[in-house]
């Protein structure tokens, strides 16, 4: 799934027209939404893809259910929403996507900010260590209906483990392998990674300013038990988006033993959209059949 992190909803428009052919799911989040609006999730429906919308809902309990109905209309098919917004809060809204049509929109929870760290939660009046509180969230989410969690690669493997193989996990932070894929046409006949370009760098404490800090390969990701995997700047903001589109798959498709999918049909541009559970065929081997880029 690739992050829409764009300034406008040209440059959006460009990148899912330059990708589509290769990946079905888009994330459209707060940049994108706060500069176009229902229009991006439209674009990306009109392009046959999948729009994950990423706006963290948290609002009292009427209003984020509203919300959710409406952005269920518009078309989005997966919506995050803060767990701290509480359990009367996340039923509303799961009640909201059940009573959308075609299924409703998969739901996800986000536990504590990856932002933060252990020294935040004293402040809010959280007593609970970091990690108790990511899994009492979880926990409220999954009782209050929700389908899973926006989960970090660490977060991934603690939730899964504690809350079993059911809930959907969705893990940004991914990071392509260092040199996992070279091509020719680098420096002095060298290699070239197709990420060159990204404006990140391919992985934590490397040289290139990126800020993401809890950062894993999609093969970690993967064995942590992500079911999606959000890649945003290593695709966006490569020379080529598509080829380093490419790349990625096929780091996946190694990392699962051929199994995740990457050619442009198994991938999902031929449309293969299955939802959790529903066997897309374009599998990732360590978690479902839709964890791949491509679907
Ligand atoms: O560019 P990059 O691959 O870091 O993009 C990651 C995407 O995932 C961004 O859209 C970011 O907002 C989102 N995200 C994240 N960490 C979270 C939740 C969402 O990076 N905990």
Redesign the pocket.
């Given at each position: 799934m690739v992050?829409l992190?764009v300034p406008d909803l040209d440059s959006a428009r460009a990148l899912v027209r330059a990708l589509r052919p290769l990946l079905a799911w888009f994330?459209v989040?707060l940049e994108l939404y706060s500069v176009a609006g229902p229009a991006a999730v439209e674009m990306v429906k009109e392009h046959g893809g999948r729009v994950f919308v990423?706006l963290k809902l948290h609002d009292i309990p009427n209003t984020v259910g509203r919300a959710t109905a409406a952005l269920a209309r518009l078309g989005a098919d997966m919506i995050s929403l803060h767990a701290a917004g509480g359990r009367a809060m996340m039923a509303e809204a799961a009640a909201a996507a059940a009573g959308a049509a075609a299924g409703g929109p998969i739901l996800l929870g986000?536990t504590v900010?990856?932002s933060m760290g252990e020294g935040d939660l004293g402040p809010l009046g959280v007593a609970r260590s970091l990690v108790e509180q990511v899994v009492a969230l979880a926990r409220l989410a999954r009782e209050a209906g929700l389908d899973g969690w926006?989960a970090?690669p660490r977060e991934a493997a603690l939730l899964r483990s504690e809350m079993g193989p059911e809930p959907v996990i969705v893990t940004?932070?991914?990071r392509p392998l260092p040199g996992a894929v070279s091509t020719p046409g680098g420096p002095a006949g060298g290699t070239r990674s197709p990420f060159s370009g990204a404006g990140?760098a391919p992985g934590p404490g490397s040289p290139g300013g990126d800020d993401?800090v809890r950062v894993a390969t999609p093969a970690e990701a993967l064995a942590a038990g992500a079911d999606w995997l959000?890649?945003?700047?290593?695709i966006?903001r490569a020379s080529d988006p598509l080829r380093a589109a490419r790349a990625l798959v096929e780091e996946i498709r190694r990392a699962t033993g051929g199994d995740a999918g990457g050619s442009d049909g198994a991938a999902g541009g031929g449309g293969s959209d299955a939802a959790p559970g529903g066997g897309s065929g374009a599998g990732a081997g360590a978690g479902r059949e839709e964890v791949c880029a491509g679907d």
């Open positions: 992050a992190d994330k989040g990423d986000v900010l990856t926006v970090s940004p932070g991914i990140v993401q959000v890649v945003g700047r290593p966006t």
